[in-house]
């Protein structure tokens, strides 16, 4: 293959990861309207209110991520999109584009209603780079991920598990069921300690909606397909589809919460947390406290065993 038909196939390669980002932000919302409206709505009203309040401008991630211990993110963006009809709060540009964004605007940001606009533009400034390094070296290759899954690995070794397999469709005279003509799916590793075989599945994503539920549900059937137990380590699993679609199909998940990034990107990480309230932390090895809590989740497994 060329250079040129290289660069041609990543082009498509690009253009298809926006175009289907893009399919996902409009099923989230339109998943959110579906939703039933109950109590959590006007307390996360309350809460995005006051948060915005402190914070002044924030991104619809930002929000969500700041609210994720109280709130689904389905329910903060309702509440975003039922304070924004109500003039509660504002939507608006960066610097170098118009200041009103329209509704299906992505690189957008939120403010208290009637703020002025050059008394945070600086800070939207701030926002949006960090922001988008994050966006960037998330979804611009395997580096991020494949340096995560690797922290993962060696901490179920240091643990005294058995190394099975990575990216594992098959194991034994089983083989995971995906679509006729593609690759198999598979989980990321298959470990074994004290006669349980797990299939483990890493998860480090700041965005969680819609689409990575179905993720998670199909690494499960995959862990179920190949006859071991699933185990989804992620940094954020909302509480439904941990109990619904894991611990009562008998696996483990580890909501490890924190993202996970190389330390080269250590002050991109400090400027997450410090701008946008990211939990994230710029290391080259699991904290011994993470590591130590996959060995409790085993533990109790097998006490219940």
Known sequence: MSDEEREEEEEDQEHEEERRREEHI???HAREEDEEVDER????????????????????RELKVRLEDDFFPWVVGRAI?????????????????????????????YVPHGIEYDSVKEIIKRKKDASDGIANILMGGTSVSGHVEDLFHDAFLSLGFKFRGRDVSTLGDRKAVGVPGKEPPNVDFVFERDGIRYGIDVKNWIRYEWITRKEVVSKVTVAEQLGV???????YADKDVVYKEIVQKGG?????????VPSVYESLAKAAHELLGYPILAVDRLPDFKVDWIGRLHSALVKRS
């Open 26 to 28: 409009q099923e989230e």
């Open 252 to 260: 483990l998940v580890y909501s490890y919460r924190h993202l996970l």
């Open 229 to 235: 137990v699933p185990f989804v380590v992620a940094r």
């Open 41 to 60: 709505d006007e307390a996360a009203e309350s809460a995005l209110v006051e948060t915005l309040g402190r914070v002044r401008v924030a991104t619809d």
């Open 81 to 109: 999109r039922r304070l924004l009809d109500g003039e509660v709060i504002d939507k608006v540009g960066y610097p170098g584009r118009k200041r009103k964004v329209g509704r299906g605007e992505v690189a957008a940001f």
